[in-house]
T-cell receptor, first 110, second 114 residues
Framework: GQQLNQSPQSMFIQEGEDVSMNCTSSSIFNTWLWYKQDPGEGPVLLIALYKAGELTSNGRLTAQFGITRKDSFLNISASIPSDVGIYFCAGPPTGNMLTFGGGTRLMVKP | GAGVSQSPSNKVTEKGKDVELRCDPISGHTALYWYRQSLGQGLEFLIYFQGNSAPDKSGLPSDRFSAERTGGSVSTLTIQRTQQEDSAVYLC????????????FGSGTRLTVV
């Protein structure tokens, strides 16, 4: 079946640092989505990408749709404590079901 | 309602018992999805309802799992003879017309099988 490989699996951040994560798929996507999940909540959509090469921002978040259509990247600039949570990439290979990556857990450095 | 509502928020059950998880989607949303999230894992698709069409059950892991959607609104996910590996967060989402970008997730039901 469809597989999405998301990395890193987890990372510690210090307030003010920039953060990068990426996702690769085994097949071509026509849509890439990035979600964030806070503890005890369902995922919430952050950014949707529809075209190869597309670069879209949402505040301090920037996501890119890779030109091969098999990868996507999410960057968070100048991180703040409320950025902690789990970030998921997702995409529909066909139809209406989302396939999710394994998630990147962002934590604050002690 | 304003959002997707799931109940209960937490459920602890004994191995071998049956459980029912409820999802109340956003009013007017015709598509409803169930996903499972095991500890530290991504989301695993279980089942998809769209309007009056036959549901897509391709993600259900075994015949102990079933789901129904009554009147095109509320959905119930039933797990029979629960096993410890069924422990997970079960997330429901709905969307208007099945558009993937329009997914709204509920807060999930955390199921623990002891």
């Amino acid at each position: 079946g469809q597989q999405l490989n998301q990395s890193p699996q987890s990372m510690f951040i210090q307030e003010g640092e920039d953060v990068s994560m990426n996702c690769t798929s085994s097949s071509i996507f026509n849509t890439w989505l990035w979600y964030k999940q806070d503890p005890g909540e369902g995922p919430v959509l952050l950014i949707a990408l529809y075209k190869a090469g597309e670069l879209t921002s949402n505040g301090r978040l920037t996501a890119q749709f890779g030109i091969t259509r098999k990868d996507s990247f999410l960057n968070i600039s100048a991180s703040i404590p409320s950025d902690v949570g789990i970030y998921f990439c997702a995409g529909p290979p066909t139809g209406n079901m989302l396939t999710f990556g394994g998630g990147t857990r962002l934590m604050v450095k002690p | 309602g304003a959002g997707v509502s799931q109940s209960p928020s937490n459920k602890v059950t004994e191995k071998g018992k049956d459980v029912e998880l409820r999802c109340d989607p956003i009013s007017g949303h015709t598509a409803l999805y169930w996903y499972r999230q095991s500890l530290g894992q991504g989301l695993e698709f279980l089942i998809y309802f769209q309007g009056n069409s036959a549901p897509d059950k391709s993600g259900l892991p075994s015949d102990r799992f079933s789901a129904e959607r009554t009147g095109g609104s509320v959905s119930t996910l039933t797990i029979q003879r629960t096993q410890q590996e069924d422990s997970a967060v079960y997330l429901c989402a709905s969307s208007l017309g099945g558009g993937v970008v329009g997914y709204t997730f509920g807060s999930g039901t955390r199921l623990t099988v002891v």
